[in-house]
């Protein structure tokens, strides 16, 4: 409603429809696809679905690390806590398999702007102090390099 | 390796190589993906102006590769802007960030209140 009156970014239905993980997730397997690249598998869950022991789960129509549980989060994976989490119209929950590198040496978040990579942090979650350390990044290491060492760790 | 960023070590044409290999991931990925979410809505995805790719590593028994693992588009989206104490490297981009979304911004903003001029 608010829409016709003054521009809003981003758009309300574009946040709807493509920022829900379900489609990013297919859009993402499609790249993937066409360049021959690993991907992390995904299922769509439904209510009453056996719930992956080693999967991460997640729900569409949610961000900034909300509505993720991962396999230790015990407490959280059983479908009374997943459908009392619904509320969003549309929303489903997604299994993904967990990809232990992530933990192992963390993400890089690329900031991209106009459609340019404006600047790259590196990210990775402290388990001792249960948080996130991060630096922005200057050099990277090369996949030769990261194959070396993930081979021989 | 300490660190999966920020090597010490390399020459300039490893590093250079490294960094190629990083960006081009994350550009054709990026110009697919505004390509199909364009596509779909029959118009310029909101990504053209902003976004953030997480990129992380996955292997299997015979690769590494880099992958997306998530991608955020709206205004809760952290930047990731504040700076560690601890970091000596560590030094705020909040204003690199502001000054380059708000022309980037305002050109969204007039080509979505003047459609059909260039």
Redesign the interface.
Known sequence: MLSRLV?I???A???N???SKQ??IH??D???G??S????QSKILKDGDPIPKDAVIKRTHS??GDHVIMPTDLGDRNWDNLNDNLHIPGSVWIAQAL?P??RK???????????Q???T????YNDVKATW???????????D???Y??KNK | ?K?????TE?DRD??S???A???DF?????????K??SR??CGK????????????????EH???????E????Q?????TNP?KI?A???S?IG??GS??A???Y???WE??NPGFL
């Open positions: 521009y970014w981003p758009p239905h574009h946040v429809s493509l920022g489609r990013l859009h993402l499609v790249i993937a066409q360049t690249s690993l991907r992390p961000d900034c990809v590198t992530l040496l963390g993400e890089w978040k690329v900031i991209l702007i106009g459609g990579p404006l600047y942090v590196h990210a990775k350390c991060w630096e922005p990044v200057d050099s990277f290491y090369s996949l390099e990261f194959r060492v993930l | 390796m660190s999966a960023s920020n090597p390399g490893i590093r190589h490294a960094e290999e990083f960006m994350v550009l054709k990925t990026y110009r697919e993906l505004y199909l979410e779909q809505i995805s909101s990504i053209s102006v902003f976004c953030r790719f997480d990129i992380g590593l996955i292997q299997n690769n590494v590769q880099y992958f997306v693992n991608v955020e588009r709206t809760t989206a952290s930047l990731w560690l970091s490297t560590s030094r981009r690199l960030f380059t979304f022309n980037t911004f050109k969204w903003l979505t209140s």
